[in-house]
């Protein structure tokens, strides 16, 4: 009665996961909803910036020849014969010995090759015209933005799979893309199992909890980049179950359940994926919590059946959902992102398995420590909160103590990694 | 004609700006829109959890005591009398030497103090009625979830101001709240000034540049939490632009422009205060970029006069839109994360303002490390792209050089900082 597993190691657990992974279908919003969504493109420039030479300062453009001379004691005089604001261009030609007034961000006039800043000339009128007298030399190029010294017209300047923050959006406003390429969202459908649950506006009853994890997960889809699709609570009939997974199936590019992948009486995932004809690729994996994470494929779409306990759900979503949610976004770096920090308290319990410790990672000094949140119990809902990192302990160790460096995943970045 | 400004130190700008934070309005959402916003209560534990002592592990529920005498060579046998999933609650009274099967999370039955792992005990039949055996001898409490263990009822979990994650969204699930009150989302209208400006669909023209600041701020106002109300570009007449702040101002929570804020002729953002009657809190910051950056205030409402420069308008936003607008979303952390990393670049040219350097933070061995991305000048759109810090180096230093430990403040970091 007592089923057999044999758990794999978590790297190869993803591996398995990862060979389905796929890049997503692409789709066109217009750049004020671009925000927050990944490029399913490169972004290329359509012009040089700046586009033209430019003056970064109010001042006057010169020829710089024309001040080759200047000094404290023998002040240079230039005619002042237009002024310029950003976005005009000069009408005039520009003789020996004459200067425009301009403003920041206009275009340097023909003729002229440098730019004095206001503050650093004397202007003053002489018989109805203006003039300025400058009192030190300038160079060739001083004070001028070259076109093209930012960016070359054609160069990539952010990878497809890119999260468009709002420098990026800044990009893709300057080099004129009103709508952008971007990667659609995955859908995920979420459904839960148990009997024990009451859905949240539900009073609690004897033997009864509100199920937490549906909504749990819905958020860690928004997180991903993806979009949940609420399938609600499946059946307790295995036959209406299977019904309902394969009508909710060509809906949704991957089905996340929970609960019902343990090897108690009540877990029926494991008849049900093997109704569907669905091949399991893991049923249990070196980990804790959510050691019984199962993944299965259908013609190659991934159900994943995510343990019904709080804390290994959510570990479960992270580690096995979140990389094909960002493969489909495009990303090169879809895992979580990897580092190292300090270990703030002990951990000298050997397992083992991997243990993914939900830690709370913050910055003293340029260096990161981990404090792993709330007691380690894998039932415990209340530590997810304040978590923002998961602490990797491997197995097969004797245990950790305080002061130690060890692996952290973060669960915030929106950054990842490569691995 | 060159109006003369007076500097005041970044820190105090800062403090100046947030003389005018409030607190914001508060909204209800449904549970399913909560993720990503912030909570506008204190969120408390609608009752213990575990709601009532329960299993953790698949098994039998006993009575310790009947297991006192167990060993490998006598072991105890127990009448199994009845089973019960999760949600259910056990219908029989537990006397001496019986037990009940019991499935993960399901309700102790009375009498049972504690629960022999399904691994553990050997079941089978005899005359019709299911019996266990079990080698060895288990004390009151093993294997059992206790009653309010994790949380007790009324206990704040999380406070006013907590960014909504999926841990929290998990929480507020399990606590019965299918409505959240959170923090609306403040209304920041946003004006572009500057005749040299196009819209992004329009093409390139001589002189001319795509206008980027408010697609980029736009992405910074929903980064940081609140709503952009797109204001268009003013228009370059004084009344007509007067009048159009005057008709926007009561729609919004505050109002930034972008552009006109410098000492150039054609920067009339001062008149336009003047005959406003706003205040100005200031009007030049000793900082780079965003020296000329200007704060009005009318009637207790904060007009943000940020500079045209991309980048000094980004790192404006950054340094006082931002904390105002966290404030109105409750949080006790408003501005961004800072924190230190090790410099990877020279930066020697001392400088008497501040400098904001656009840098990209990594973690290497635990270890924050910062490297300016792009050139260091301040009409570079390009590096913002890749920035995720700002490192901030202080003026009237003699420069800093690779290696130095400086002060970095994030900027994708949902935390914050309270100073």
Request: overall charge negative; glycine content about 8%.
């Amino acid at each position: 009665m007592l089923e057999k597993r044999n758990p794999i190691p978590v790297a190869e657990a993803i591996q398995k996961v990862m060979l389905y992974a796929r890049e997503g279908e692409k789709e066109r919003v217009p750049l004020t909803e671009a925000y927050g969504r990944y490029l399913a493109e490169d972004l290329y420039a359509d012009h040089d910036v700046p586009p033209f030479d430019r003056s970064p300062y109010d001042g006057f453009a010169i020829r710089a020849a024309d001040s080759a001379l200047a000094s404290l004691d023998h002040p240079v005089e230039l005619e002042v014969i237009e002024t310029i604001g950003a976005g005009q261009v000069a009408a005039k030609a520009v003789a020996a010995f004459q200067a425009v007034r301009i403003m920041t961000g206009a275009p340097i006039p023909d003729g002229c090759d440098a730019v004095v800043m206001l503050e650093l000339a004397k202007q003053y009128e002489r018989n109805g015209k203006t003039y300025i007298s400058i009192k030190r030399p300038f160079r060739s190029g001083d004070n001028i933005s070259f076109q093209g010294e930012d960016v070359k017209k054609g160069e990539v300047l952010a990878e497809k799979g890119t999260f468009i923050n709002p420098g990026v959006q800044a990009l893709l406003a300057t080099f004129g893309y009103s709508e952008v390429k971007v990667a659609q969202k995955p859908k995920i459908g979420i459904a839960a199992t148990g009997n024990e649950l009451l859905d949240v506006s539900e009073p609690l009853v004897p033997g009864k909890i509100r199920n937490s994890n549906a909504y749990m997960i819905q958020a860690q889809v928004l997180r991903s980049g993806a979009t949940p699709v609420d399938l609600g609570k499946l059946p307790d009939d295995p036959d209406q179950c299977l019904a309902a997974i394969e009508q909710a199936l060509p809906d949704v590019d991957f089905l996340i359940t929970t609960g019902g992948v343990s090897v108690g009486d009540y877990d029926y995932l494991p008849v049900i994926y093997e109704r569907l004809g669905a091949e399991v690729l893991f049923n249990k994996v070196a980990m804790r919590p959510g050691s019984v994470t199962t993944v299965a494929q259908l013609d190659g779409k991934l159900l994943f059946g995510l343990s019904g306990n709080p804390s290994a759900c959510y570990v479960g979503y992270e580690l096995f959902v979140r990389p094909v949610v960002r493969t489909m976004l495009y990303s090169s770096t879809p895992h979580l992102y990897k580092t190292k920090a300090i270990l703030l308290e002990d951990f000298t319990k050997p397992n083992p398995f991997t243990r993914f410790v939900r830690s709370y990672v913050s910055a003293q000094g340029g260096q990161l420590y981990a404090s792993p949140v709330g007691m380690d119990k894998s039932n415990i809902v209340t530590s997810l909160a304040k978590a923002n990192a998961l602490t990797v302990l491997p197995g097969g160790t004797r245990g950790f103590v305080k002061g130690d460096l060890v692996d952290v995943w973060l669960l915030d970045s929106e950054e990842g990694s490569a691995q």
